[in-house]
């Protein structure tokens, strides 16, 4: 599956779908949306051909105009600032890409939004954008609900914090554990990732949570709770990054 970015001051955007991509270039190798015009196998009728502005993006029921996606998104950009600004600004090392995950209601209205990636690790400007991305209203997709998946990139501030590998810090996430298992509530969620900044002396700054899953109220902060008060391997007067999958 192929990712198109769309570029804008602050942020680079990309659309994608569960099982098409999206954008103004075609690709001869890639899968085209299905055309209800197209005859069966074996029939008379063959697809009519397709402009580039007709491309959709879909799921598995219905699909949906890319630039439509685009657009709703392009209506709450000042929001996304002021939760950049709210929540991480002075921090410009606060940066990275974030995926959400949409079920596209028949209405356009969706019914599922979750924060299924991110980069970011600050769980609070999660939330804020969690909230916007949950407020949206899309155009009604074709052929019934869809499901969508949109990322979003916020660029780094000032330095790039340096990346560094799960495994330089599982001694000390393994020590706990057992904290970070409290904070699940009724065992949910299974699966999450925690993504977050290691400062020199070895403490970190911030914490956010990504997960396929819906998040239990207070789930995120509670995870970084348990983060912040965790004493890591010192990055030597950077600033260090690290994703952590459970």
């Not at 990139?153 to 020590?175: F, H, I, N, Y």
Request: aromatic letters at 6%; glycine letters at 12%; hydrophobic letters at 35%.
């Amino acid at each position: 599956m192929t990712n198109h970015r769309f570029e804008r001051p602050l942020l680079l955007l990309t659309m994608m779908s569960l099982s098409f991509a999206c954008g103004p270039k075609q690709d001869p190798e890639r899968p085209r949306a299905r055309d209800p015009e197209a005859g069966t196998p074996g029939g008379d009728k063959r697809p009519a051909p397709r402009s580039d502005d007709d491309v959709q993006i879909g799921g598995l029921m219905g699909t949906i105009d890319a630039a439509a996606v685009e657009k709703a998104f392009e209506g709450k950009m000042n929001q996304v600032r002021s939760c950049r600004q709210s929540h991480g600004g002075g921090l410009g090392y606060v940066s990275g890409t974030v995926q959400f995950f949409f079920v596209i209601g028949t209405d356009g209205i969706p019914t599922r939004v979750t924060l299924e990636k991110s980069e970011l690790g600050q769980h609070e400007l999660e939330a804020c954008l969690l909230g916007i991305a949950r407020g949206l209203k899309f155009v009604k997709p074709t052929g019934g609900k869809a499901e969508v998946r949109y990322s979003m990139d916020l660029p780094a501030e000032g330095d790039q914090p340096k990346t560094w590998e799960p495994s330089k810090v599982k001694r000390a996430m393994s020590s706990r554990a057992k904290e970070i298992a409290a904070c699940r509530v009724g065992g949910k969620p299974d699966s999450f990732t925690v993504t977050f900044y290691v400062l020199p002396q070895g403490k970190a700054q911030t914490a956010g949570v990504a997960s396929a899953q819906d998040l239990p109220e207070g789930f995120a902060a509670c995870v970084a709770k348990v983060i912040l008060g965790t004493t890591f391997p010192d990055p030597l007067g950077e600033v260090a990054r690290v994703s952590y999958e459970f």
